[in-house]
């Protein structure tokens, strides 16, 4: 049987999971489906509990497991540890590191229901599609780091082997070759020499993928474009960092960071999670918004277990939900239709 | 008698600069103010005319003059030399980074006329009126880079030494303190050694300033936050590369990077550049959008000179020709009040 570890984590984590799995539960039961699922401690939850942030068998679990279903980790509660042992790095980031995890996969879709919830003109997000894929194991994240003295000073290393690159640009092609068939190249090669790097083996692996049309641009222009034309782009390709800050700012296309699902990747097997953090202000209130996780989940069932029906269904559920006027608190809109968490999960399993 | 040097560099360069010399000559000559201008190459044109982008006159004349008005560098006929020969690395980082200005200051204001024109909805944009201070001289565009064998890598060190940190955030709660005392100090301490050194250093200078309200914002959240909320931001104070990447996106908010000035500052002597590019893509069809350029000159009277009117004045005169309904085409709006660099030049001569 199909292993999921499941590691809810801290804060509104707690909140959006149970919504996921009672999502799952429905559509899998409908299908015939069997799945195992086990939960895990991981952050703060597993530093409170465990002494730290990534304990073994939780570790272990999510090595032999098909998929990792993860809601959010973190909180102040733990900021005051050493770096290295607090939630992110050593839960999150660590993990990522562990599983290879290099691909990370952010689709970005309006939903016709959520443009008046816009901060952009409808008629600049309106036909919002595209993908956002982002290296996740290299750059800034993970090379050495520290301090030095005499003159007191801190760095970091942004470092990337032609390894790295190179299967992360394979992937995005591929992926850009099912789409639209766009492919951006982000980097800031009129600075940095990793992305000068990372432009040579763009340009190097183009003509192995000759139906997809692929450009080069700068992050601060990326950026920029994001905001004045997102429907310019389909695929984009980026190192760690820029993705990171890439993917948040285009979250604000989709309507909110709140719908914003994700999908980790090494071949077959991935880590889900929803793009957000986990929320501190609203944690245990049941006001926190599990759409980002309930479609992480979708994305589970279609990119490791190939269920592509199944995972329609949740979308379309989801879709169903905002068509009929009911949201969660971050989303604005009619306050007589406002829903907590679980009733907003709830929803999705009676729309299904 | 002060003396400016004008280095117009490529591409618009040469067209924006002059409308910006133009409207400084009504300004000064009204009020009787003497400037010695003198111009000098800089980029692709110093490259093709003295075989590199930052010839030793130039270097010197900026070391001497009390200001530097730039245009714009860079264009694809460079783009094949060796990265450090490039406009970019070997032109402005060079004279950013010898002339030591650490400081790159960007003002985004909503102007009421371009309201309409931006991409953000009107209840967003209407009263955003932020200031981005960037670091300049160091971080990721200053630290060592290079590649390896063995595996094959690139690399590229963040790095900041305490005084380099400590020296623009002083900056940053200075100017904070004299407009609405709210500073946003952006790193991503999550993650990167050098955000944790940076925020050390915040709150360690933060009790001298007590009138100044300091917040920290992770890099991705801040990105969010420009798009979702931006009037929340009165003083942001960011790292090189962060800094690159968020006032590009914070161009948009003051409805097109055509209108963003920006000052780099070492002490009371300043470099004075428009935010965007050279446009190979417009060059030399008089189409580019000078008011960048002259907003950056009007910032130049201000910031290095004190001439605090001088400088209001030309900033109202491109408030009252916009309010006219003139724009260049890159602003949009109605086709039969698009004019050309030249003549939007003498329109913002004509309103002083
Ligand atoms: C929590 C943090 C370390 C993480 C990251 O920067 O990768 C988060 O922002 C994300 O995007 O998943
Ligand atoms: C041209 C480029 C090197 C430069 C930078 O990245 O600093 C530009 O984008 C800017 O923001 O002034």
Known sequence: MPKIAVLPGDGIGQEIIPEALKVLDAVLKNSGEQFQFQEYLIGGAAIDARGKALPEDTLAACKEADAVLLGAIGGPKWDTLPAQERPELGGLLALRKELEL????????????LISSSALKEEIVRNVDMVVIRELTGGLYFGE????EHPKAAYDVLVYTEEEIRRIVE?????AGQRRKKLCSVDKAN?????????EIVLDLAPQYPEVEVSQMYVDNAAMQLVRYPEQFDVIVTENMFGDILTDLASMLGGSI??????????????YEPAH???????????????????SAAMMLKWTFGLNKEGQLIED???????????TADLGGDPGRILGTRQMGDAVVDAL
Chains 1, 2 share one sequence.
């Open 317 to 327: 559920a989801v879709t169903k939900v905002l068509d009929q006027g009911y949201r």
């Open 102 to 113: 290099y691909a990370n996969i952010r689709p970005i879709k309006m939903m016709p229901s």
């Open 171 to 175: 992937f995005a092609f591929v992926l």
């Open 145 to 148: 780091k520290g301090r030095k």
């Open 191 to 199: 600075v940095l020499e990793s992305s000068r790097f990372w432009r």
């Open 277 to 295: 953090g986990s929320a501190p202000d609203i944690a245990g209130q049941n006001k926190a918004n599990p759409l980002a996780t309930i479609l």
């Open 258 to 271: 709140g719908m914003l699902a994700s999908a980790s990747m090494s071949g077959k097997k991935g880590l």
